[in-house]
């Protein structure tokens, strides 16, 4: 080891380090990986997909490739961040039902509506959608985007696609990075369009005035949206929820029997939602929510959605309907988020602002291709009046080769004029070819000109190309040179897009009213509810309970009687009262094993105790005594634990302190406490007030320092009580009766 080892130590500041650090990294995440940019609508790895294929010439007129190909070309030259991103983001944009205009030709098992997840890349292939060749990646070779060093920087790859729509609108976009998230809905292209041309013809128009031809988004799962008049500030802010509903159809059968029918879905509900969907509706059934429903069948196939929900005869269809959207999936809400990588930064845009920044990047585009295009033609142009000069001197360029001993010297003759080392048949000559100024580009072109050129039509064909050339060079230049000439351009080949793949809208805007549904009363039957040690519950029909009374209490450590349509109040140490609905219990045998109390409400059994269970009818017309670890204690009413929410506070705590106690004291007429310390007090029930669930009470019995109370006894009437005291029976109704908050006594046993 170096004796100076620790002079190369040089001291950080770690909070700045760590600060540098995480803002480099979310700014990777952010730009490089999870975010669209705003001007192509593609997040990285979208966008190197797409460039793969069109390097691979994978277009929609050649066949398909395997897709491991396509993902080990991006993995290996542009993404290298694993395969499984790569071959995620290929299947989701060759999945009709996922985007709304596909832009990946998929040819095998690319999954299902359902949630089916595709094949392996191995046996899957795929290539380039027209549209996605023709609009996304269409002027690519005419210097119209700028190209940046891949990772390694053995390659180059496009810091963005000349992509002619506003694609992250078309096809809306999904992603997650560090401390922020975009959920941007797919909208139809050719209302897209139209609000695009309607922005360049008026470029003060508003979101309202947008809205005239963006009605809202159109899913590719169709459905409808419901809140219509929430959309303009939703628009305006690029934040808010968007009601979804499903599509309901109503069919009638035979006998006056009908049907329901779901057609379309929310876009919420894509994959593996649609079995949980199916798993509610029987639910609904299972626990007697709804009657009406005789059968469910999914018969959704590949033409489209069919879910099938067979109803009884004389059903309420509107009622179940309202109450298949306030109960299941089939009305669910879209968060939108658009956020986008606008200019290099995230940023949240409203509609306007996206359709502003599509554009001026539209507008960028075209300039540098008519640059681009313009470039050549004047290059063509200059070669062009080279070729028709020489032909008008071919007698003499002829005479030029014919004496010259190389390609270098004829070359220095047409450029330069220099005639010294070429042979000539007459002064003339000579003289006239010194004054020969053709430019290199021209020389280079006659001495590759073939002699067929010389045919007359041939000369003719290059006059006609001639004039054709400076046609486009004087469109061109007026494009460059003219925004209206230019806008016109775009509004031409916007015009083009939606012809040609431009669809109907699929999904429908409307303003619908909240859903609400009557609800069925259920039968009221008085039913048992058993729990056993392990806080396993389930309620059993009253006449099983009479046939195994015994065994129920022998083997639970809760068993009472209850309605099934009552609640079962728990009350924890931690000084919380979890309610369950009792229809949520399952009805089952007695032998049966029951569901955990922690699957059917908020209680934590690694967190908490229960002290207390008993139905809330009960309760209400009972007052409840807590105790706590200190001494403190209160009678509250029962009314006041008749709450609508799941769990609530059922008493005050001091900081520190626990439940020990709780019960009903309708049949208290005395309390015993028993502290740890070995004190016992007896009072009458008279000494506690009633106080409200708020309230912390009253102390009980006065505790020692490092005391606390152990045990809470009610006894009621004359009635004995007896306890196991240090290995011997102890009777309560001993203990010398006392006032409360006194100190007790110390039995001598």
Same mark, same amino acid.
């Given at each position: ?380 142009? +200059?070669?062009?009046?080279? %070729? ?8 003499? &360029? /002829?005479?030029? @080769?014919? !004496?010259? $001993? ?68 004087? +469109?061109?230049?007026?494009? %460059? ?8 351009? &775009? /509004?031409?080949? @916007?015009? !083009?897009? $939606? ?87 399952? @009805? ?162």
């Amino acid at each position: 080891m170096e004796d100076n080892i620790f002079d190369k130590v040089h001291e950080v500041d770690l909070e700045k380090t760590m600060k540098d650090s995480y803002i480099d990294y979310a700014m990777s995440v952010i730009a490089s990986r999870a975010l669209p940019d705003v001007r192509d609508g593609l997040k990285p790895v979208q966008r190197r997909v797409l460039y793969s294929m069109i390097e691979l010439n994978n277009g929609p007129d050649k066949p398909h490739r395997k897709c491991a190909r396509i993902v080990g070309d991006t993995m290996g030259k542009y993404h290298p961040h694993g395969d499984s991103s790569i071959y995620g983001a290929l299947v989701n944009m060759a999945q009709e039902w996922s985007t709304r205009y596909p832009l990946v030709d998929g040819h095998g098992n690319f999954g299902s509506i359902e949630g089916d997840g595709a094949a392996a890349m191995r046996y899957t292939e795929a290539r380039l959608e027209k549209l996605t060749q023709e609009v996304f990646l269409g002027d690519l070779d005419k210097n119209v985007v700028d190209f940046v060093p891949n990772f390694d920087e053995t390659e180059k790859e496009p810091s963005v696609l000349p992509v002619k729509i506003p694609n992250i609108l078309v096809n809306g976009a999904e992603g997650i990075a560090v401390g922020m998230a975009t959920s941007i809905p797919p909208h139809n292209l050719g209302e897209v369009v139209d609000a695009v041309k309607a922005y360049m013809k008026d470029n003060t128009i508003s979101v309202k005035g947008l809205m005239r031809y963006i009605k809202g988004p159109d899913f590719p799962t169709g459905g409808l949206v419901v809140n219509k008049d929430d959309l303009r500030k939703i628009y305006e802010s690029g934040t808010g929820k968007i009601r979804l509903r499903g599509r309901v159809e109503i069919e009638k059968l035979k006998g006056g029997r009908k049907q329901l029918v779901i057609t379309e879905i929310p876009y919420t509900m894509l994959g593996a939602n649609i079995g949980k969907f199916l798993n509610d509706v029987a639910s609904l059934v299972e626990t007697k929510k709804t009657t009406d429903i005789v059968d469910i069948s999914n018969q959704s196939s590949k033409e489209g959605i069919r879910i099938v929900l067979e109803l009884k005869k004389d059903t309420d269809v509107e009622n179940l309907t309202n109450m298949l959207y306030k109960k299941t999936r089939l009305e669910d809400t879209f968060g939108v988020n658009m956020l986008a990588v606008a200019d290099g930064r995230p940023e949240t845009l409203s509609l306007k602002q996206i359709i502003e920044h599509h554009v001026e990047f539209l507008f960028d585009v075209t300039t540098r291709k008519y640059r681009t295009l313009l470039d050549k033609e004047q290059e063509k142009r +200059e070669i062009q009046e080279g %070729l028709i000069k020489a032909c008008d001197v071919i007698d003499l &360029i /002829i005479e030029i @080769l014919r !004496g010259s $001993k190389n390609r270098e010297q004829v070359k220095k003759c047409l450029v330069e004029g220099v005639t010294e080392g070429i042979r000539f048949k007459t002064k003339v000559s000579e003289k006239a070819a010194s004054k020969l100024k053709f430019t290199e580009k021209q020389a280079g072109a006659i001495l590759d000109m073939r002699l067929y050129k010389l045919i007359g039509l041939e000369i003719e064909a290059l006059q006609a190309d001639y004039q054709e050339t400076m046609k486009n060079i004087a +469109e061109y230049k007026d494009i %460059l040179d003219n925004y209206d000439s230019m806008a016109a351009v &775009i /509004i031409r080949e @916007l015009d !083009g897009i $939606k012809k040609e793949y431009g669809s109907k809208r699929r999904t429908s805007i409307e303003n619908a009213e909240e859903a609400v549904y009557e609800e069925k009363k259920m039968e009221e039957t008085e039913v048992c509810f058993l729990m056993d040690r392990f806080g396993y519950m389930k309620l059993i029909d009253k006449n099983a309970y009479e046939r195994n009374k015994e065994a129920a209490h022998n083997e639970n450590r809760c068993v009472f009687l209850c309605m099934n349509t009552d609640k079962i109040c728990i009350f924890t140490d931690k000084g919380k009262m979890h309610t369950i609905k009792a229809v949520d219990i399952p @009805l089952v045998r007695f032998r049966d094993k029951g569901t955990p109390v922690d699957n059917l409400s908020n209680y934590d059994s690694s967190q908490e105790q229960m002290l207390y269970v008993a139905p809330l009818g009960q309760i209400k017309q009972d007052q409840i005594f807590f105790v706590t670890k200190t001494s403190m204690c209160k009678l509250v009413d029962g009314a006041e634990f008749d709450v609508t929410k799941r769990t609530i506070a059922s008493t005050k705590l001091a900081e520190d302190d626990e439940l020990i106690f709780v019960g009903s004291a309708g049949e208290m007429e005395q309390v015993v406490f028993q502290s740890n310390g070995g004190y016992f007090l007896r009072f009458l029930k008279q000494e506690i007030s009633t106080a409200k669930r708020a309230a912390l009470g009253v102390r009980g019995m006065k505790l020692a320092d490092g005391d606390h109370l152990e045990h809470a006894y009610l006894l009621g009437g004359h009635q004995e009580y007896a306890i196991s005291y240090h290995d011997k029976e102890y009777s309560l109704n001993k203990v010398r009766l006392g006032k409360r908050d006194t100190k007790g006594i110390k039995p001598r046993i």
